[in-house]
């Protein structure tokens, strides 16, 4: 104990810069082993084919097959540092680099809204709360839209209770940038300047609403130039993937650490408890603002969830649970803002914590550490020789087949509406399909684990399913698959 004692005397009577800096150092050394491994998903291989493409190859591709906005590709595209193909490691340090990008919204604007401590515990959640597992190695835009968001968040509150002129040029920038990079960003960052403008009507602050007007005009030219882009995309929406409302009732309704449904409501609560502990406990400026900011929270995202739930029950299923990973950065200012009013609760929870965050920790270095498709790659090397055939019938099965096995030239890529195709040398027709019985052996790659032989060795857990066929079997799940696209075109 005496040693436990003498670290946390030494800890506080560090300055603030030396304190931010020894997170950001043990932050760095505990995640720089989560960026190495294998790309063990489908969305991640798709974005870095896209990534790698020629840019205006790229563009289009987003343009018209992935119905996303392009600030994630342009800001990976930075890291491609060979020049040829975006390797993991540096594709996941891009992710890790916003988040300390997010960790800067505290060094400034946090701090002097909200002072040492709150700045201090929000940069320290960020890296140690296990949703940031998630979002330090998933090669996707979602820890970009958190940055984004929670700027747009935190100089919302900047301008409504304690502003400076660069407050609004900050505004505008992260506002502007915001769907940019996700569609889902702009009900988001709607409902975050509602909550502004109604504060301002609130304290009858009629100058700083005309300059709010001013700001979401110019969010609006700026955002302008992909307006157009967006209307074309949404037009044929029809063509996207959208999940079952089974799937979103499994996902997107305990999308906190992955449990069941019980997780956001018990969030929420827990959130609105806080709130109304802070409005009674004292009256004081302090307080009051650390209130007022647990309510604009509270407003944006359950305002954000409901909306978003109705539009999955009324009109279509649009959400999972990565979707809604953005609102972390926000949640954890919230939760500094509750950890800094109660220590002796802060010490019990991070006693609950420190194992789950242990257990979580383990996990995600597993998972980013997974070997299921490079065992695949080996599998297929060492058993497909020259003149050997892949099939692959879904785009999980062909994106593993473009990333991993680039350099074989068959492979029949069976034409399902929903896959797309990258490298030029992929079979883009039926012609080595017509004499199955040239080649030495044929192997299927799927993503449907359901469908897969459990007899035939390697079957690979991680939802993804290889078989070696028969020229027969090969020839019926050809002869599916082209009764498939018939009954999708017409």
């Excluded at 299921?372 to 790659?377: I, K, P, S, V």
């Amino acid at each position: 104990m005496d040693i436990l004692s003498d670290i946390k005397k030494a800890f506080l009577k560090l300055s603030f810069q030396n304190k931010y800096c020894l997170i950001l150092l043990t932050a760095m050394v505990c995640y720089l082993p989560l960026m190495q491994g294998y790309v063990n998903s489908h969305d991640e291989i798709w974005t870095i084919l896209v990534t790698q493409l020629p840019f205006k190859e790229m563009m289009n591709t987003i343009i018209t097959d992935d119905g996303n906005p392009p600030l994630f590709y342009l800001y990976e595209r930075l890291w491609n540092i060979d020049g040829e193909q975006l390797n993991v490691f540096w594709a996941r340090c891009a992710n890790l680099s916003i988040l300390f990008l997010t960790s800067l919204l505290g060094l400034f604007p946090i701090r002097r809204l909200f002072g040492d401590t709150v700045a201090l515990l929000f940069c320290a959640l960020i890296f140690a709360m296990p949703p940031t597992f998630v979002l330090s190695t998933n090669i996707r835009g979602y820890a970009l839209s958190g940055f984004l968001l929670c700027g747009v968040f935190v100089y919302s509150l900047c301008l409504a209770y304690n502003k400076k002129t660069s407050d609004w040029f900050w505004l505008i920038l992260f506002s502007a940038l915001c769907p940019y990079n996700h569609y889902l960003c702009g009900l988001w960052e709607l409902l975050i300047w509602t909550a502004l403008a109604a504060a301002m009507i609130i304290k009858k602050n009629w100058t700083d609403i005309a300059k709010l007007f001013g700001c979401g005009v110019a969010v609006c030219l700026l955002y302008a130039p992909w307006l157009i882009v967006f209307i074309r995309q949404y037009g044929s929406m029809k063509n996207f993937w959208y999940p079952s409302m089974y799937y979103v009732e499994k996902t997107s309704l305990g999308f906190l650490l992955n449990f069941e449904s019980y997780s956001f409501w018990a969030l929420a609560v827990g959130a609105f408890c806080w709130s109304l502990i802070f409005q009674t406990a004292s009256d004081r400026k302090r307080k009051a603002l650390d209130s007022v900011a647990i309510w604009h929270f509270l407003f944006v995202n359950l305002s954000f969830y409901f909306i978003t739930m109705m539009i999955c029950i009324f009109a279509r299923p649009m959400m999972t649970n990565r979707y809604l990973l953005p609102f972390l950065p926000m949640f954890y200012l919230s939760t500094a803002l509750a950890l800094k009013h109660f220590s002796k609760f802060a010490k019990i929870l991070l006693l609950f914590l420190l194992p789950a965050i242990f257990v979580a920790y383990n996990n995600a270095r597993d998972l980013s550490g997974d070997k299921t498709f490079g065992n695949l790659r080996e599998y297929v090397t060492a058993n497909a020789g020259a003149k050997s055939l892949i099939v692959t019938d879904d785009s999980t099965g062909h994106l593993i087949a473009e990333y991993y096995l680039s350099e074989y030239d068959n492979i029949l890529a069976l034409k399902k509406p929903e896959i797309i195709l990258f490298q030029q040398k992929t079979i883009k027709d039926m012609a080595k399909s017509a004499n199955l019985e040239q080649y030495d052996s044929i192997f299927s790659i799927s993503g449907i684990i359901k469908d897969c032989d459990k007899t035939l060795k390697p079957v690979f857990q991680n939802g993804i399913c290889i078989k070696k066929l028969s020229a027969q079997n090969a020839r019926e799940m050809i002869e599916k698959s082209q009764k498939i696209i018939e009954y999708s075109y017409h």
